[in-house]
């Protein structure tokens, strides 16, 4: 039988066994075969659905992120409900999908999890500290990102602007899932 290990970067680690480990993690297509990033993000995905089993462990990265958020949403929500009913195994699944986190915080099945920050408002900067920490995120600071990643001010301005609108145009709109 063949293992296989990784430094741990703890004083102690304790894991169950897996059968299987399954990533979804990363965007990138198929371009010479006709497949959009999209596609080869739901091929591997449909891949996994078929193959998990209780004792396996799935990470998935942001899925559902290259299509419309309502459809993304909806992908998202119903693999992750078929991972945590169906599968039952254990499962890591990030997502920048707010009211998906809403979605499930009741769930005892589920535990709400952030990477940790610290946002100066009067500076107008976050620091991402890259330490797990419990609950859901507050916000989401992707006009810090952008400023960080060096986009123009002018247009991370715009952006802040246009951001605003349309999350109070979709703010009253609640998502009504059966819950089967």
Known sequence: MAQL???VPARRCHMTTFD???TRIGANDNIMAGQSTFMVELSETSKIMR???PRSLVILDELGRGTSTYD????????LHHL??????LALFSTHYASLSTEFEANPLFALMHMGFFHDEEK????FLYKLTKGSCPKSYGMNVASLAGVPQEIVDRAEIVAG????SHHNRTVVVNKR
């Not at 945590?84 to 195994?89: E, G, Q, S």
């Not at 609108?165 to 109070?168: A, C, I, P, W, Y």
């Open 124 to 127: 107008r900067e976050v620091t």
């Open 165 to 168: 609108n349309f999350e109070k």
């Open 72 to 79: 993304g949403f909806a992908i998202a929500y119903s693999v």
């Open 20 to 22: 299987r480990i399954f």
């Open 5 to 7: 290990g990784c430094y």
């Open 84 to 89: 945590a009913t169906k599968v039952r195994c």
């Open 51 to 53: 193959e998990a089993t």
